[in-house]
C-alpha cells in the first residue's frame, strides 16, 4: 500500500508545470486521477500516466467555470466511485501590468481563474470528498496553489498577488466551515518554479549564460523544479498530514524567511 493506493483525485492544471508533475506523482503512488485542464496536455499527463502503469483520465476544463468544474468532480465519481483529493492548482500569470496598467477586465479574468477556481473547486469538491470519507472513514483533503506572491509584494502583478492573498486565506476560511467533514485543506504558496509560466525566464537566462542568477535571492540560491512543489503539495494531500488543516505551506528555497536586508555571509554561507 502507497499513499494514494485507490484514491480518487482530481488536480487541475494538470497539463503542465507543478500539475503535470503531482498527477504523475499522485498515479505513482496509486492514486486514481482525473487530469483536467483547459489544453490537451490534459492528455498528454494521462497518457504519461497510463504508460507508466497508473490510472487516468483526461477532462478538459476551465477551472473557473462553474458547470465545467462540476463536471470533473462527477466524472471522478463516475469513474472512481467517489473523491478523496482534489488538487486545485491552475493558474495564469496575466502578465506583469503595474495597477495603472490593469484594466478591470484583466483584473477579473485574473481573480476568475486563481480565485474563483479554487473556490469552485471547494464548494464542489468538498461535499463529494465529506461524502466519500463518511462511507469510507478515511479523510479527504483540498490543497489549492496559492504562491510566494500571496504574502507580500514583488513576486507579481497586482492582479495575480491579490488572487493569490485570496487563495491564502480561502484556505483557512475554507478549513473552518468544513468543521467536522473530515476534509482538510490547505494551500501551497510556491517560490520561481521552472514551469510553462516561468520558461521564458529561465530560457532567457541559460542563453544568456546567467542561470545562475534565477533564485540568487533565496538562501538555496535557484529556482524549484516542479517536482518539488509537487512533492509539497503531496505531502498536504496526504494522511502524512492528518493533523494539517487551514495552513499555507510556502516552499520557496526560504525567500520569504528573511525581511529585504543585503544577506550577511558566514562561515560555509560565504562559499
Ligand atoms: N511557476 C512558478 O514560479 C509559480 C510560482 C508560484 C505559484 N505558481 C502557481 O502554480 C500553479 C501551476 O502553475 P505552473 O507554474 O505549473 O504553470 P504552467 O503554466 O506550467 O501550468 C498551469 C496549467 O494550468 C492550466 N490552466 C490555465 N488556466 C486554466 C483554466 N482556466 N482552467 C484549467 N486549466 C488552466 C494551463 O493550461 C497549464 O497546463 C498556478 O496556480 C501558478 O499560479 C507557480
Given at each position: 500500500m502507497t499513499r494514494f493506493t485507490g484514491k480518487s483525485i482530481i488536480v487541475t492544471g494538470?497539463?503542465?508545470g507543478i500539475g503535470r508533475a503531482a498527477a504523475l506523482l499522485f498515479a505513482a503512488e496509486g492514486g486514481h486521477v482525473?487530469?483536467?485542464?483547459?489544453?490537451?496536455g490534459a492528455e498528454e499527463t494521462a497518457r504519461l500516466i497510463g504508460e507508466a502503469g497508473g490510472t487516468a483520465k483526461a477532462i478538459r476544463i476551465d477551472a473557473g467555470s462553474e458547470p465545467d468544474v462540476i463536471a470533473a468532480v462527477d466524472l471522478a465519481v463516475a469513474e472512481y466511485g467517489g473523491l478523496d483529493i482534489v488538487f486545485a492548482n491552475a493558474g495564469i500569470?496575466?502578465?506583469?501590468?503595474n495597477i495603472f496598467d490593469t484594466t478591470p477586465e484583466l483584473m477579473a479574468e485574473v481573480l476568475r481563474v486563481n480565485l474563483i477556481g479554487p473556490f469552485l473547486a471547494i464548494k464542489h469538491g468538498a461535499p463529494r470528498i465529506a461524502e466519500h470519507a463518511r462511507e469510507t472513514g478515511r479523510g479527504g483533503a483540498i490543497v489549492l496553489t496559492a504562491s510566494v506572491a500571496g504574502i507580500r509584494s514583488?513576486?507579481?502583478?497586482p492582479a495575480y498577488s491579490a488572487s493569490k492573498a485570496g487563495v491564502i486565506n480561502l484556505a483557512a476560511v475554507a478549513a473552518q466551515q468544513l468543521s467536522g467533514s473530515n476534509v482538510r485543506v490547505n494551500a501551497l504558496c510556491p517560490g520561481l518554479t521552472e514551469t510553462g509560466m516561468t520558461q521564458g525566464v529561465f530560457d532567457y537566462a541559460r542563453e544568456a549564460g546567467?542561470?545562475?542568477?534565477?533564485?540568487?535571492?533565496?538562501?538555496?540560491r535557484r529556482g524549484a523544479q516542479p517536482e518539488e512543489l509537487a512533492r509539497a503539495a503531496l505531502f498536504l494531500a496526504s494522511?502524512?498530514?492528518?493533523?494539517?488543516?487551514?495552513q499555507a505551506l510556502t516552499v520557496d528555497g526560504?525567500?520569504?524567511?528573511?525581511?529585504?536586508?543585503t544577506r550577511q555571509e558566514y562561515g560555509l554561507t560565504a562559499v
Amino acid at each position: 500500500m502507497t499513499r494514494f493506493t485507490g484514491k480518487s483525485i482530481i488536480v487541475t492544471g494538470a497539463g503542465s508545470g507543478i500539475g503535470r508533475a503531482a498527477a504523475l506523482l499522485f498515479a505513482a503512488e496509486g492514486g486514481h486521477v482525473i487530469a483536467a485542464d483547459l489544453t490537451e496536455g490534459a492528455e498528454e499527463t494521462a497518457r504519461l500516466i497510463g504508460e507508466a502503469g497508473g490510472t487516468a483520465k483526461a477532462i478538459r476544463i476551465d477551472a473557473g467555470s462553474e458547470p465545467d468544474v462540476i463536471a470533473a468532480v462527477d466524472l471522478a465519481v463516475a469513474e472512481y466511485g467517489g473523491l478523496d483529493i482534489v488538487f486545485a492548482n491552475a493558474g495564469i500569470s496575466g502578465g506583469m501590468a503595474n495597477i495603472f496598467d490593469t484594466t478591470p477586465e484583466l483584473m477579473a479574468e485574473v481573480l476568475r481563474v486563481n480565485l474563483i477556481g479554487p473556490f469552485l473547486a471547494i464548494k464542489h469538491g468538498a461535499p463529494r470528498i465529506a461524502e466519500h470519507a463518511r462511507e469510507t472513514g478515511r479523510g479527504g483533503a483540498i490543497v489549492l496553489t496559492a504562491s510566494v506572491a500571496g504574502i507580500r509584494s514583488g513576486a507579481g502583478s497586482p492582479a495575480y498577488s491579490a488572487s493569490k492573498a485570496g487563495v491564502i486565506n480561502l484556505a483557512a476560511v475554507a478549513a473552518q466551515q468544513l468543521s467536522g467533514s473530515n476534509v482538510r485543506v490547505n494551500a501551497l504558496c510556491p517560490g520561481l518554479t521552472e514551469t510553462g509560466m516561468t520558461q521564458g525566464v529561465f530560457d532567457y537566462a541559460r542563453e544568456a549564460g546567467k542561470i545562475g542568477k534565477v533564485g540568487r535571492l533565496n538562501p538555496l540560491r535557484r529556482g524549484a523544479q516542479p517536482e518539488e512543489l509537487a512533492r509539497a503539495a503531496l505531502f498536504l494531500a496526504s494522511d502524512d498530514a492528518s493533523y494539517v488543516n487551514g495552513q499555507a505551506l510556502t516552499v520557496d528555497g526560504g525567500l520569504s524567511s528573511s525581511h529585504p536586508v543585503t544577506r550577511q555571509e558566514y562561515g560555509l554561507t560565504a562559499v
